[in-house]
């Protein structure tokens, strides 16, 4: 193909799916981490909309995985 980038095989998927949970009326909620920078995000998706923003913890603070950045 003209354009598709070539992906090395040692090549790591930057996010990963920590959680996902269906919540009825609400749509889906899902918790992925930055596997470069430990970074938690909280992903929420209802019917044609979603966002995305910095999972916070109870202090207001980005919640940040320090095993991983």
């Known amino acids: 193909m003209l354009f598709k980038k070539r992906i090395k095989e040692t090549e790591v998927d930057r ?6 949970q269906n919540l009825p009326e609400l749509g889906r909620v899902t918790i992925l981490i ?3 920078t430990g ?3 909280l ?3 209802v019917g044609t ?9 109870e ?9 991983r950045s």
């Open 15 to 20: 996010f990963e799916v920590k959680s996902i």
């Open 34 to 36: 930055d596997r470069e």
């Open 49 to 57: 909309g979603s966002g995305i923003t910095p999972l916070l913890d």
């Open 43 to 45: 992903h929420t998706w």
């Open 39 to 41: 970074v938690h995000y």
């Open 59 to 67: 202090n207001g603070q980005v919640v940040i995985d320090q095993n």
